[in-house]
């Protein structure tokens, strides 16, 4: 016992060491997670100020970024919306938005709807309103509504309504076609008045430039996390979550809760190697040692492989056509195995991959929408919904267990009676004619708080054989009990379930060590990547064992830790001396030498799951032609749909050889590695042993930025100003992430911008990208990229650095405010390159023959000041010498700029770009080669 004990006390010393390193580098959390003021409004977690975020972590919940702006006001941004934060309630999780457009209008004029990407964990208000404003109608309603006045001029018209409450029928539908524009507007309902004047609402006004109320909460990781008392955020170069504790440390990918060695945040430069020894080498050690107590240890009961199978079969979310997307915990459904993903009572099943159902006592609901952050439901009665009627027999009471769900509070009870007579003859108001077995019968249906209310009077001399009570939206209430005809379309709109948060409670703890939430018989589990647990990850027995087992760590030989210490030395710097030289896979077989343990024995290459060669040809339908998506670097890409339910985007790489195992190694290698909202996710890949080197992305559904600008998806004007800054802003945020990640994209152009429904950016195609050395300037390589988007110095010298990539975005960001491709052989041959004529328009002072006329240039003052600032950006990023070229950090600081600058307090004086205000380009820029023009007649086609 002596020697162990003798070797302990002489590690206290270099604990101590470690002790104070760990102390000096750990932030408290008022430094870690700041609290600020801007314009009145305070800044505090989960939200965060971007400018005080550094460019490697930030302390707050992903997506709630906020800046302020030099008039002193807080701006939130959205997919194509910016937006004043008037007010952030931290006791009741409310954020209170104004437009930044209609803030300071006098009559307020929306441009365009406002979409919450589903990854924010953010929701509508209760007691928000949604308002339909129809704008520039060239035919008038043959009704009673008032146009607007103020929003209405000439023969154009503008009306407004609440959602839903719009007049039925036909006409109504004919007459919308003669409005150029449709807008919803979420207001405060409170600043509604509920008075009106021929349908003209009261106080619109005002209550738009009152703007709405999200929630927010917390979700996934960052519940788990302040769960354990803590307080979330990321760190971008390491792709690391974290946790900001209340002692001051900081955990890497855990909580505040389940382990005793706590991992300081990576600074830079990094701390000593000697104190991760020490950090390290006992928690090694004491991990070797419960791994040899748990080997000595009888089985408890469960089988491991049938474990180890759960955690991967859980490991995928639930999805369902277009409606139904990544839903996980409590939810479930797909093909068998799958039962314990999820809670027994939430199963979805998915019906010819269209849409999903769900059970609830006994009665089957078409699920219309699930949103997770509110914890609600939309449901409709599959039988009224496959009926279309509401005088199905199958239409009955539903009781829901009180445990589990609860009808949420913007619903109404509507109450149908069947088979009614009046006994004074009295015409029933609100009635309904049935034919159910071939007998005609009278019903009506009725508000069930008025119908209470008149019973005595209205109702008293109504008899009826049968009565079902059903819920409905509360706007749909107002609708049908004012237009008896839109019945049917009303109870087929569903009514909203919440369900038990409770339910996730324990699902935060598991999240956050590392498990995937599901279930065991009827009880929660925690499927672990190497068995099933009760609660965590972090079992209570380890958790009581950890003491003894650091005591053993820290008493184990001298011998023993030399040895491991030398071992760990020469590890980090082989990994050192390898990243220092080189940080792709050389092209030489040899690099995947057979003495060597093959990486995928584990089922995953860099941590990314293997899928089945056979999984994938079915998902593609043996690779359908009809299922093509497009030809991405080196590969044609297919939709596919998994059998778990989820739609993917398969690449099959045209060859399996050498260059292309290289090139399909890459990609994994840089994916697995990189995290960013802005990046597409690649879910797996086939083995590289496998006959076809296939890879598995996550599908974005509404194509390319190409696609809206200038391909079949391109319409005059759908794709406005506002939208193409915003694709502009997370397209460079998404760059400048990889730059500094230290890779370069290397075939930057709109064909690899991937928008969603949300038009949020996902830049897309890593086949040309190469980690780069941090000691050398650039990457040498072999022509390649896509003609009209590679950098000019590349065809000289066939070198690569981030200033390329800036280049690229040169061009998309003209690509952008002219519409055009970025060559097009049918243009004067002068013009074939976008570049080129980008660069002749600007310098002969003709900017505005490059604009797409729909963008407003001649005629909206703000859309003209920003379309020439950006312009002047793109001019300096297409300077023929890198050196004359900003960073893609710069780029992104500009354009952000631009975003958010106040453009009311500048004058609106005539805007001109002139060829002394920009930086002049040295030397020309290079005219097509017959090589290149040649090239070019295929660039269109190609991604």
Known sequence: MAQPLTFFLLLLPLSSLFFFSNTSHGNSLASNCPSNKCGGVKIDYPFWLQSNATAYQYCGYHGFNLTCSDDGKTIFNLPGKS?????????????????????????????????????????????????????????????????????????????????????????????????????????????????????????????????????????????????????????????????????????????????????????????????????????????????????????????????????????????????????????????????????????????????????????????????????????????????????????QNITLDDNLFAYGPINRDLLLFYNCTSRDGRTIVNNFTCEIGGIESVGFYADKTLFNELHNSLYATISCNQSVEVQIFRETMAEVLEKPWTLEDGLRRGFEVTYDAHIETACGRCEGSGGICGSNSSEFACHCRDRTDPVTCQSTENKQNVKKKLAIGFGASGGTVLVMGVLIFLYQHRKKKRYGASSWIPRNISSYPSSAKDPEQSGAIYGVHIFKYSELEKATGNFDSKKELGDGGFGTVYQGNLKDGRVVAVKRLYEHNYKRMEQFMNEVEILAKLRHPNLVSLYGCTSRHCRELLLVYEYVPNGTVADHLHGDRAKPGSLSWTTRMSIAVETATALTYLHAS??????????????????????????????????????????????????????????????????????????????????????????????????????????????????????????????????????????????????????????????????????????????????????????????????????????
Not at 153 to 180: H, L, M, Q
Not at 784 to 790: A, D, E, F, L, N
Not at 797 to 812: E, H, I, N, R, W
């Open 83 to 395: 937006f004043h934060v008037k007010n952030i309630s931290y006791s009741n999780n409310t954020l209170t938005l104004v437009d930044v457009e209609v803030s300071s209008q006098t009559c307020p004029r929306a441009r365009q709807n406002v979409t919450i990407p589903t990854i924010l964990p953010l929701s509508y208000n209760r007691l928000d309103l949604n308002l339909s404003f129809y704008y520039n109608c060239s035919s008038g309603l043959e009704t009673d509504v008032l146009p607007i006045p103020c929003l209405s001029s000439g023969g154009n018209k503008a009306y407004v309504f609440v959602v839903r409450t719009e007049p039925a029928g036909s006409d109504f539908d004919d007459w919308y076609n003669f409005c150029e524009e449709k807008v919803v507007v979420t207001v405060m309902e409170s600043e509604i008045d509920d008075q009106s004047t021929n349908g003209l609402i009261f106080g619109f006004e005002e209550a738009v430039k009152d703007g709405f109320v999200l929630d927010w909460r917390a979700a996934g990781w960052c519940r788990a996390c302040e769960a354990s008392g803590g307080r979330c955020g990321y760190n971008y170069t390491d792709q690391n979550y974290l946790c900001f504790c209340s002692g001051g440390s900081t955990r890497i990918n855990d909580t505040c809760k389940d382990r005793e060695y706590l991992a300081p945040i990576k600074e830079y430069p990094s701390i000593p190697n000697v104190h991760i020894l020490i950090t390290v080498l006992p928690y090694i050690y004491t991990i070797f040692e419960q791994q040899r107590e748990e080997a000595n240890t009888p089985s408890s009961g469960y089988d491991s492989q049938l474990e180890e199978e759960q955690y991967y079969t859980c490991v995928h979310n639930f999805s369902c056509g277009q409606t139904i997307q990544n839903v996980s915990y409590p939810f479930w459904g797909g093909p068998d195995g799958r039962q314990t993903c999820g809670h027994p009572f939430f199963e979805l099943k998915c019906q010819n991959n269209d849409y999903a159902t769900i059970e609830i006592d006994k009665q089957a609901f078409r699920v219309l929408k699930i949103n997770q952050s509110s914890r609600t439901i939309t449901l409709v009665s599959s039988d009224l919904w496959e009926s279309e009627s509401h005088c199905t027999r199958a239409l």
């Open 742 to 943: 230290k890779v370069i994209h290397r075939d930057v152009k709109t064909n690899n911008i991937l928008l969603d429904n949300n038009f949020f950016v996902k830049v897309a195609d890593f086949g040309l990208s190469r980690l780069f050395p941090t000691n050398v300037t650039h990457v040498s390589t072999a022509p390649q990229g896509t003609p009209g988007y590679v950098d000019p110095e590349y065809h000289e010298c066939y070198q690569l650095t981030g200033k390329s990539d800036v280049y690229s975005f040169g061009v998309v960001l003209i690509e952008l405010i002219s519409s055009k491709p970025a060559v097009d052989i049918t243009r004067h041959r002068h013009e074939i390159n976008l570049s080129t004529m980008a660069i002749n328009k600007i310098q002969n002072h003709a900017l505005h023959e490059l604009i797409d006329p729909y963008l407003g240039f001649e005629t909206d003052f703000k859309a003209r000041e920003m379309i020439s600032e950006v312009a002047e950006l793109a001019f300096q990023c297409l300077q023929s010498e890198r050196d004359m070229r900003p960073s893609m950090e710069k780029v992104l600081e500009t354009l952000k700029g631009i975003q958010s600058e106040d453009w009311k307090l500048r004058k609106p004086e005539e805007v001109e770009i002139l060829s002394d205000e920009l930086v002049l380009l040295k030397s020309d820029p290079p005219t097509l080669s017959p090589d290149s023009l040649a090239k070019s007649s295929f660039a269109r086609g190609s991604n």
